[in-house]
């Protein structure tokens, strides 16, 4: 498969384009009205405050925008990850220091109060799992002791999957558009090549009225986009595949090892049994963590090391042959 090469100067993803870019405010004003239920028309209101050179865990920060005196942050996901409020949290300590010094009447270190725009943070989720249409994350979740915490941040990831949330849907035209659209580019790849795929529902979409006017002049940049964001993905998934798998088979060999020594220490039959039983419950819960977790830090790097350098081929192979991602992992010293 070739890869359409897209311009750097571009956003990278599509969701960040639609609704994120300078020139199309119109798009991100009809997603906070959706959202917060309100009737701006004024795209001026609108000030873009998204810091393009932040990038956390691996993964570039979406749209973050001040209206009507709130500070909005909206992240889009692919898949689900339970750390958006900690990236929250880092995000907007960048924004609110970048939004002070732009201020200069606001003075942290004075004995007048500051008035600061309110946080909003909302996470968009398009991924395979089976999410309710709104979810809470909470950051105290993240704490070994949550009760204990006088700090918290919550993000609401909204399912935006095609048939979810309708009444959101309804409100924002734009929004609705793209989840049909990647609806129709999954069910297709389902059937033909990935870029195949993608341009066969960018012209299906162009017909159906479906984001028409951006898809007919960014045909091009749009099958490149999403060519690389699903790149991303598939990899993502194979490493979380391999991490998994691994990760049982050390858990049930550390489990065993362990309950057997629980059990020994008991010095009686059932203690034994029990032991290893219990054991092997924990290392096998145990070893899924950490071999999860190992994937997903092998994946980041991989990833972002190949396609950093304009291997987004190299990237796809790895994902299709054991063999080569083996040769990759040793070639970036990975092991």
Do not use: W
Not at 306 to 318: F, M, N, T
């Amino acid at each position: 498969m070739t890869v359409t090469n897209v311009n750097e100067k571009h956003k990278d993803r599509l969701f960040r384009a639609l609704f994120g870019d300078e020139a199309r405010k119109k798009n991100t004003l009809e997603l906070y009205n959706a959202i917060n239920h309100t009737d701006y028309t004024n795209e001026d209101d609108i000030t873009i405050t998204t810091i393009e050179d932040a990038i956390y865990l691996g993964m570039q920060n979406d749209i973050s925008f001040v209206i009507a005196s709130t500070m909005n942050l909206y992240e889009h996901q692919s898949t689900y990850n339970p750390n958006m409020p900690v990236r929250g949290l880092m995000y907007f300590g960048k924004l609110y220091a970048k939004y002070i010094e732009e201020h200069r009447e606001l003075r942290p270190y004075g004995t007048r109060r500051m008035e600061l725009p309110t946080p909003k943070y909302i996470v968009f989720y398009n991924g395979k799992m089976d999410a309710e249409d709104s979810v809470e994350l909470k950051l105290t979740d993240s704490f070994r002791y949550p009760s204990q915490s006088s700090v918290e941040v919550t993000a609401t990831m909204l399912n935006i999957n095609h048939g979810r949330n309708r009444e959101l849907m309804e409100r924002s035209r734009t929004l609705k558009d793209y989840a049909q659209f990647i609806d129709r580019v999954r069910g297709l790849a389902k059937k033909m090549p990935l870029e195949e795929a993608i341009e066969k529902a960018v012209d299906e979409c162009i017909t159906d009225g479906i984001l028409t006017e951006y898809l007919s002049a960014h045909k091009a940049e749009v099958i490149g986009m999403l060519t690389k964001e699903y790149t991303e993905e598939e990899i993502a998934e194979m490493f979380f595949e391999d991490g998994l798998e691994q990760g049982i088979e050390q858990g049930i060999e550390q489990g065993i090892e362990q309950g057997i020594e629980q059990g020994i220490e008991q010095g009686i039959e059932q203690g034994i049994e029990q032991g290893i039983e219990q054991g092997i419950e924990q290392g096998i819960e145990q070893g899924i963590e950490q071999g999860i977790e190992q994937g997903e830090d092998r994946l980041a790097a991989l990833c972002s090391a190949l396609i950093a350098e304009g291997r987004s081929d190299d990237a796809l192979r790895v994902m299709q042959d054991s063999a080569y991602r083996k040769k990759m992992l040793a070639e970036y010293e990975m092991r």
